[in-house]
T-cell receptor, first 113, second 120 residues
Framework: GDSVTQMEGPVTLSEEAFLTINCTYTATGYPSLFWYVQYPGEGLQLLLKATKADDKGSNKGFEATYRKETTSFHLEKGSVQVSDSAVYFCALQGIWGNEKLTFGTGTRLTIIP | GAGVSQSPSNKVTEKGKDVELRCDPISGHTALYWYRQSLGQGLEFLIYFQGNSAPDKSGLPSDRFSAERTGGSVSTLTIQRTQQEDSAVYLC??????????????????FGAGSRLTVL
């Protein structure tokens, strides 16, 4: 079945550091890929998505590129801020576009000033 | 409504009691999902409703768990004879209609704030 493997946390970085959170997946065909974020005390929010190979999703300075050859969707940000502290979830959705999301276990990110 | 609404936001119950959690999806969204987020765990899929189709119940952990969706809108997740391991945040999400065609693009799920269940 479909699965998502995500970099284990927690991750602690200094402000303005470069961030990478690794995500790889196993799925039939070519799923859509997502990053969701959960800020402290808030619900899950969509951060970015990509629906086909080589697509790059971007939002709030974060980027992730859909790499079919490595079945990966790593999340990156060039200069993190304290406000980026949150739990990040990688997820996939099947090719039919109306299916449930399969999530990774989440990565807790803490940015220190 | 403007977003996915869940109630109660917090529920504390005693072991063995039944609980009901409610989800009111975004108006016009035909798909509705329930997930569970346990402490230190990822998001565990429970059940999925899509329009008038039979729900996908493949994620329900035991027969103590059930869910209904009335009139294609509001959903209720019921947990009977609660156990301590049921303690978690229960998340509801909805998404618009569409899909069903391969590679037509993703339906984005919008999540509610969750219902935190504590079983003593």
């Amino acid at each position: 079945g479909d699965s998502v493997t995500q970099m284990e946390g927690p991750v602690t970085l200094s402000e303005e550091a470069f961030l990478t959170i690794n995500c790889t997946y196993t799925a039939t065909g070519y799923p859509s890929l997502f990053w969701y974020v959960q800020y402290p005390g808030e619900g899950l929010q969509l951060l970015l998505k990509a629906t086909k190979a080589d697509d790059k999703g971007s939002n709030k300075g974060f980027e992730a590129t859909y790499r079919k050859e490595t079945t990966s969707f790593h999340l990156e940000k060039g200069s993190v801020q304290v406000s980026d502290s949150a739990v990040y979830f990688c997820a996939l959705q099947g090719i039919w576009g109306n299916e449930k999301l399969t999530f990774g276990t989440g990565t807790r990110l803490t940015i220190i000033p | 409504g403007a977003g996915v609404s869940q109630s109660p936001s917090n529920k504390v119950t005693e072991k063995g009691k039944d609980v009901e959690l409610r989800c009111d999806p975004i108006s016009g969204h035909t798909a509705l999902y329930w997930y569970r987020q346990s402490l230190g765990q990822g998001l565990e899929f429970l059940i999925y409703f899509q329009g008038n189709s039979a729900p996908d119940k493949s994620g329900l952990p035991s027969d103590r768990f059930s869910a209904e969706r009335t009139g294609g809108s509001v959903s209720t997740l019921t947990i009977q004879r609660t156990q301590q391991e049921d303690s978690a945040v229960y998340l509801c999400a909805s998404s618009p209609s569409g899909g069903g065609v391969p590679f037509s693009g993703a339906n984005v799920l919008t999540f509610g704030a969750g219902s935190r269940l504590t079983v003593l």
